[in-house]
């Protein structure tokens, strides 16, 4: 089983492994360094900041959704965290069973749910989000203000081409065929 390996001996054995393939490597390399810089964030943000208030990474920004949009429609605190509504459910009751997070219905459509702070929740994020932030700083160390505020526009740009154009390039991609249902990891049943 191999151990550790760091970023530029993953990105030399790609390209090693990759060496016939007529390939895009620049693009190939941005799409994958957004993918290490973001588990590497949330691992270490989980870790240190997270950990301490028996949090998860999931559970923050569920709360984050609510705290910044006040109370919102569980399938909007869904879409703005980035998970699917099954999976909120499970995390709003959990939040919801520590008295951070409350569940009210719309008051005027009964099929729909709304979340809020509780007081406690909202005291939890006024104590939380500094440390929280100083992380950010921390992780973000090596780049100057110029280069955050650079790094930030390129990757907003990279999630709008992918809201404003990636149901279309699916579409093209699918032969306008619907995808394939996501599946779980279990096998079907014999």
């Known amino acids: 089983m191999p151990g550790h390996r760091s970023i530029t001996e993953a990105e030399k054995l790609a390209a090693q492994r990759l060496g016939g393939f007529p390939i895009r490597r620049d693009q ?8 290490r810089a973001a588990a ?11 950990r301490g208030s ?3 990474w999931t559970a923050f920004v569920v ?3 609510v705290w910044v949009w006040d109370e919102s429609e569980t399938r909007h605190v869904a879409e703005e965290a980035g998970i699917s509504k ?3 459910t499970g995390v709003a009751r959990t939040l919801e069973s520590r008295g951070l997070l409350k569940r009210a219905g719309h008051p005027t459509d009964g099929r729909l749910v709304l979340l809020s702070l509780t007081d406690e929740g909202e005291q939890l ?3 939380l989000f500094p440390k929280f932030n100083e992380e950010e700083a921390f992780v973000t160390g090596q780049l100057t203000d110029d280069e955050c505020r650079s790094l930030a526009d390129m990757l907003r740009r990279v999630v709008l081409q ?4 990636g149901e279309e390039r699916r579409q093209s991609l699918l032969d306008g065929a619907e995808p394939a249902p996501r599946r779980s990891g279990r096998r079907p049943r014999a």
């Open 40 to 50: 590497a964030v949330r691992q270490h943000l989980e870790n240190s900041v997270l």
């Open 86 to 88: 099954g999976t909120l």
């Open 63 to 65: 709360l984050w959704v």
């Open 28 to 35: 190939m390399a941005a799409v994958a360094n957004i993918h």
């Open 162 to 165: 992918v809201e404003d154009h």
């Open 54 to 56: 028996d949090l998860t």
């Open 125 to 127: 994020m006024q104590r």
